[in-house]
């Protein structure tokens, strides 16, 4: 069965660094979209960056766009997401997810998603 599991979470200062990994098991990896979420509280989630099948092309929210990179390793089945230049207001659990399909930004659409991992940005 498909399964994800997001890592990488954790306390960061203003300005500084996190890698977050989604590693994939039980499917045809390099068949799916992968896409990044996070969810702040009283907040709706809201997408984050978006990696196609092939890893050729990525997307980026404007709000991270500058900061965070999206990239993927179909041979370790793993997505990243490096996030740079941190901001308090990224503070949120970040959830990976996929769907059997192109790459899209409406939650909806991702039928698979791994358990999530915190990022807390303070100081």
């Known amino acids: 069965d498909v399964q994800l599991q997001a890592s990488g979470g954790g306390l960061v200062q203003p300005g500084g660094s996190l890698r977050l990994s989604c590693a994939a098991s039980?499917?045809?990896?390099?068949?799916?979209?992968i896409g990044w979420f996070r969810q702040a509280p009283g907040k709706e989630r809201e997408g984050v960056a978006v990696s196609s099948r092939s890893g050729g092309a990525s997307y980026l929210a404007d709000s991270v766009k500058g900061r965070f990179t999206i990239s993927r390793d179909n041979v370790k089945k793993t997505v990243y997401l490096q996030m740079n230049s941190l901001k308090p207001e990224d503070t949120a659990v970040y959830y990976c997810a996929s769907r059997l399909g192109g790459p899209v930004w409406r939650r909806e659409l991702y039928t698979n998603w791994g358990q999530g991992t915190l990022v807390t940005v303070s100081s």
């Open positions: 039980g499917f045809t990896f390099d068949g799916y979209t």
